[in-house]
């Protein structure tokens, strides 16, 4: 299995947004991202970058479903914006209906994937936020199936481009 892994930096929250609006170009409905990164690391402003990047309308308010566990937006495809922060283990997920949306034909956007990594299919693309400072992040993406790795290269060589 082919591993590959691309560390990429923000020096804000607009960049840590464009970031996520860059990868939404490279989605496709069935996708599913797994974000893992401590509080205020920016999982919910990457997320609004992939919301943006997937069409959805530019006044569109993208918040964390920390309660509602749940946020699901239409962008060119729904996007299901989903945190597991509050649950308490892999059954509660699964009770929950959470994985319902992983097969739903949309994007899944899930923050605190780290909590219940089981849950995730094996072609999820991993996304690590690492805070550097008050402003700065390092985001490292990672993915060993061929779908995500086809995401990675892709972001990647449009970087090199730019």
């Keep these: 299995m082919t591993e590959k892994i691309l560390i990429c ?18 989605l496709k409905e069935g996708d599913v991202l797994a974000l893992v990164g401590e509080l205020g690391s920016g999982k919910t402003w990457f997320t609004k970058g992939i919301a ?31 945190d597991l922060f509050r ?3 892999p059954a509660e997920c699964f009770s ?17 994937a780290d909590r219940w990594p089981e849950i995730f ?4 693309l991993r996304v690590t936020f690492r805070i550097i400072d008050d402003h700065r992040r390092e985001i490292t993406l990672w993915g060993n199936h061929p779908r995500s790795v086809l995401i990675i290269e892709k972001v990647e060589k449009e ?4």
């Excluded at 020096?11 to 840590?16: I, K, L």
């Excluded at 990047?53 to 964390?64: F, N």
């Excluded at 970087?159 to 730019?162: A, D, E, K, L």
């Design 9 to 26: 930096h923000s020096n804000s929250d607009s960049e840590t947004v464009e970031w996520g609006e860059r990868i939404a170009a490279f």
């Design 87 to 89: 649950l308490q283990g």
């Design 96 to 112: 929950s209906g959470l994985e319902e949306y992983l097969d739903a034909g949309g994007v899944s956007v899930v923050e605190w």
């Design 52 to 82: 943006r990047g997937l069409g959805t309308a530019p006044d569109l308010i993208v918040t964390s479903p920390s309660f509602a566990l749940v946020n699901e937006y239409e962008g060119r495809c729904p996007i299901y914006h989903m």
């Design 159 to 162: 970087m090199n481009r730019g």
């Design 121 to 124: 299919p094996e072609y999820a």
